[in-house]
């Protein structure tokens, strides 16, 4: 069965330092992996995603992940994170055309201004 | 840019009552999802629509619910008999094909009373 793995539940850090969260999948086949981020109060948007190629993949606000196959990692990183960053971010996976999306628990991010 | 509108924005319930959560998918896409987010927690899979039927459903959506396609344009999920734990965040998603990703709605807030 698909699942999804967020080792970090909340993070606080200082405005300009740099931000990795982990991610894990289990899943037997070929994926597609997101990242999303719920700003307070809103929906859910897409920071990025991984379908094919080349497995670092850049995203909207800075944001960028790498695809390590061998680990089952999507880990997320920003080099320098801002007040605005302070988010909810869920890493999720997908498996075959059709199926459904997979979320993990979520990382609340906290960043000191 | 297109997006995914859901109405109510914010429903309050009485235990018991039928509640019909609505959503307009993007006008070209195939997909549809329901998920649900009780505050604080994840976000979980309820139901994936395709081609005017269920797809798949996870353990959570039991006889209470229910979802139509009325229209052609409109995407619903009823509630039959609403309980406390029901109250959450609902979010309504669609994508084009499945190697695209979902795109989600601004959620409506259910809270049972």
């Known amino acids: 069965a698909q699942s999804v793995s967020q080792h970090n539940h909340h993070v606080i850090l200082s405005e300009a330092a740099s931000l990795e969260l982990g991610c894990n999948y289990s899943?037997?086949?070929?994926?597609?992996l997101f990242w999303y981020v719920q700003y307070p109060g809103q929906h859910l948007q897409l920071l990025l995603k991984?379908?094919?190629?080349?497995?670092l993949v850049k995203g909207i606000k800075g944001f960028e992940a790498e695809f390590i196959k061998s680990k089952f990692s999507f880990n997320l990183r920003k080099p320098s994170v801002q007040w605005s960053d302070t988010a909810e971010y869920f890493c999720?996976?997908?498996?075959?055309?059709?199926?459904?999306?997979?979320f993990g628990s979520g990382t609340r991010l906290s960043i000191r201004p | 840019e297109p997006e995914v509108t859901q109405t109510p924005s914010h429903q309050v319930t009485q235990m018991g009552q039928e509640v019909i959560l609505r959503c307009v998918p993007i006008?070209?896409?195939?997909?549809f999802y329901w998920y649900r987010q009780i505050l604080g927690q994840k976000v979980e899979f309820l139901v994936s629509?395709?081609?005017?039927?269920?797809?798949?459903k996870s353990e959570i959506f039991d006889d209470q619910f229910s979802v139509e396609r009325p229209d052609g344009s409109n995407f619903t999920l009823k509630i039959r008999s609403t309980k406390l734990e029901d109250s959450a965040m609902y979010f309504c998603?669609?994508?084009?094909?499945?190697?695209?990703?979902?795109?989600f709605g601004q959620g409506t807030r259910l809270t049972v009373v």
């Open positions: 998603a669609s994508t084009g094909t499945g190697y695209t990703e979902a795109f």
């Open positions: 899943y037997g086949g070929t994926v597609n």
């Open positions: 991984y379908f094919s190629g080349d497995p």
């Open positions: 999720a996976v997908k498996g075959s055309s059709a199926s459904k999306i997979i």
């Open positions: 006008s070209n896409h195939l997909y």
């Open positions: 629509f395709y081609n005017n039927e269920i797809s798949e």
